[in-house]
């Protein structure tokens, strides 16, 4: 269970596939903090450390087909930088909103527009899996949990504050970045109960 703070920016140092599955090398200033099988957050897919190296502050996390399948991962590449989120501890206050890391689809930014010192990214996203926004509900990209503005059928926007931008991978997207999707778990049950997904 993550909250969508995102807490830095993490770099792939290394990628290597073995046979469906790739394995992810980051290097973070986290690691020395890390465990094997310890759940970490990477642009909002929950992925469990499998390896580390303290003397290079990196560790190893292994996406499966499926991820690779429903995610951006498949797009990463070496020197991208990455959003970190440890899944919180029990007690915790809850600063962002019940994230289970756990990607529902991919989407694309088709516009970025600056207002006066803050920006909005508007989003696209294939409205067939049945996945919905609402007007000032929450939606996770790349694992950061955001508000939503001008809520439609397939797309949405939202803003970002400088502190956001300087603290997540939003300063290095652009028109036709793929983001990963975590839409709302509390969205999704009324959905479901209304029929409305599969």
Known sequence: ????IIEELGVITHLESEKENLHITVRSSLTEELKIDQSVAHNGVCLTVVDR????????????????????VRTWQVNDRINLE?????????????????VDQVGTCISIKESDGSWYYTFEYDESLSNITIEKGSVTINGTS???????????S?????????HTTFQYLKVGSLINLEFDVIGKYV???QGRLK
Do not use: C, W
């Open 1 to 4: 269970m993550f909250t969508g």
């Open 53 to 72: 190296n303290l003397d290079e502050k990196t560790y190893v996390v292994t996406a499966i087909q499926e991820t690779l399948e429903k995610t951006n």
């Open 86 to 102: 440890r899944a919180m501890k029990l007690g915790d206050r809850l600063d962002g909103h019940i994230v289970q890391g756990h």
């Open 146 to 156: 955001l508000t939503v503005v001008n809520s439609g059928n397939n797309t949405f």
């Open 158 to 166: 939202v803003a970002i504050i400088p502190y956001t931008y300087g």
């Open 191 to 193: 959905a479901r109960l």
